[in-house]
């Protein structure tokens, strides 16, 4: 499926729409650039905006948010490799890109470590590998704060039931292994859920 710009159909409005499948073909995906511009300004109020790329793969998207100082999140090393076509630079702190998981295999670690991408550990085997492969890596600790929240069971990833994130009373551990190995502790970071109620985030 090749990408292409419309620039015969300015305004997505259901009369526009319905012509370019017969113009592209099906299966067809049709973005507002426009709107996905208007959003990231809303969200710069925050000192940082990162976009999880399993949200949306299209390298043209990720480019255009690029543009606007939108940074992303890889959860695999097919991420971190499109990141980078996609024109995203890795580095220490100012990192374009983070990768976050709860296990890290070779040809991963390899890479995180080459670019000096940070990597948000959700597990304290994660920290005990990295910090033997290279001391010094800058991570983000990924903690489960023994709870959660989400529109359904399965995106909620908080909690006891969740395989993800350190568990809140482990943090000590995970500390010792930052100080035995010198990581560099860049933040803290916590994914109770998808679909998350203003109420319940209010009274966490």
């Not at 992303?72 to 097919?78: I, N, Q, T, Y």
């Not at 470590?113 to 990295?130: F, Y």
Request: hydrophobic fraction near 35%; glycine fraction near 10%.
């Amino acid at each position: 499926m090749s990408p292409f710009t419309c620039n015969s159909c300015p305004d997505l409005i259901p009369e526009n729409l319905s012509r370019l499948p017969e113009a592209y073909g099906t299966p067809l995906w049709v973005y507002d650039s426009e709107t996905i511009i208007q959003k990231i300004k809303l969200l710069c109020q925050f000192d940082v905006v990162r976009f999880a790329q399993k949200a949306c793969s299209n390298t043209h998207i990720l480019r255009l948010m690029r543009e606007y100082g939108v940074k992303v999140d890889a959860v695999s090393l097919g991420e971190i490799e499109r990141a980078l076509r996609a024109g995203f630079c890795p580095g220490q702190a100012e990192s374009d890109i983070v990768f976050t998981a709860d296990l890290i295999d070779g040809p991963t670690l390899q890479q995180v470590t080459k670019l000096g991408i940070p990597v948000n550990a959700g597990s304290i085997d994660m920290l005990e590998h990295i910090g033997r492969y290279r001391k010094g890596h800058p991570v983000w600790l990924r903690i489960n704060p023994g709870f959660g929240h989400g529109h359904s069971q399965k995106t909620n990833t908080g909690g006891e039931n969740s395989k993800h994130g350190i568990w809140y009373q482990d943090l000590p551990l995970a500390i010792e292994k930052i100080r035995h190995y010198e990581l560099k502790l860049l933040g803290l970071h916590m994914h109770i859920g998808s679909g998350v109620d203003y109420q319940h985030l209010a009274s966490v």
